[in-house]
């Protein structure tokens, strides 16, 4: 079975969703039979490569709050992501478009070490002192993640390499109508937005497994935290 899941780094939503994910697959008793692939979605594709922002800035720009109402936003955000074990700095993070990250992962995944490097790339954007939206940092991550040196300079140093398959995922998404992220799609019949908790995952894997003959793209799941294609990141009700 494959798992398809559409995110985007600036996305925290796609971080704490990733774990959820991670710990719902751990609890699937088919879990060594279930492929996952990370797929691209930019929360901010019109923003210059180069142009960032501090994200408490930003977030009050864009909901007409003040600083420290954009900080409280965080800090929710930042609660979620603890309990889930995960890093998060409320201050210090910066904002800015991701397709250079997307186009590495892309060469990750054709060197099987795209889940490494989404998983550095999270860490350092969201619990270290690192800003992912420089190159230095974006060749040390990758190097970490294990991939050549010399080829993820030379796709970082060429804007068409990987491009294409940057926007045949995003074209996906759209097609799929996921108009939010992060996306999680079973094996192209169950789809799941949202960082849903654990428990939603287990569930969905077990209903994809024993349903193998549906066709038709089903939601599943209620309401859960996401980011949308203008950026806007929503805490769930409860």
Not at 144 to 163: F, I, K, S, T
Not at 173 to 200: K, M, T, W
């Amino acid at each position: 079975m494959r798992v398809e899941i559409w995110s985007d780094i600036a996305c925290p939503w796609c971080y704490i969703g990733k774990a959820r994910f991670e710990k719902g697959l751990a609890a699937f008793a088919h879990r060594d039979e279930v492929e996952v692939v990370h797929r691209s979605f930019e929360l901010d594709p019109s923003r210059a490569k180069g142009d960032t922002a501090p994200v408490i800035d930003m977030l009050a720009r864009k909901y007409g709050r003040t600083r420290e109402e954009a900080a409280a936003m965080e800090a929710n955000v930042a609660a979620n992501a603890r309990a889930e074990g995960l890093g998060y700095r409320v201050e210090g993070r910066d904002h800015g478009n991701t397709f250079d990250i997307h186009r590495l992962l892309h060469l990750a995944k054709a060197r099987g070490r795209q889940d490494e490097l989404l998983a550095l790339t999270y860490r350092a954007n969201f619990a270290e002192e690192r800003s992912v939206y420089d190159d230095g940092v974006l060749l040390a991550l990758a190097v970490e993640a294990g991939l050549d040196a010399d080829e993820a300079r030379a796709v970082l140093a060429d804007p068409e390499a990987y491009a294409d398959d940057v926007r045949a995922d995003e074209r996906e998404a759209a097609e799929l109508g996921a108009g939010a992220v992060p996306f999680f799609v079973l094996d192209r019949r169950y789809g799941i937005s949202g960082g849903q908790p654990a428990e939603v995952f287990v569930q969905a894997l077990e209903q994809a497994w024993k349903d193998r003959s549906a066709t038709a793209l089903t939601d599943i799941g209620g309401d859960a935290g996401t980011c949308d294609a203008e950026g806007s990141c929503e805490i769930p009700r409860n």
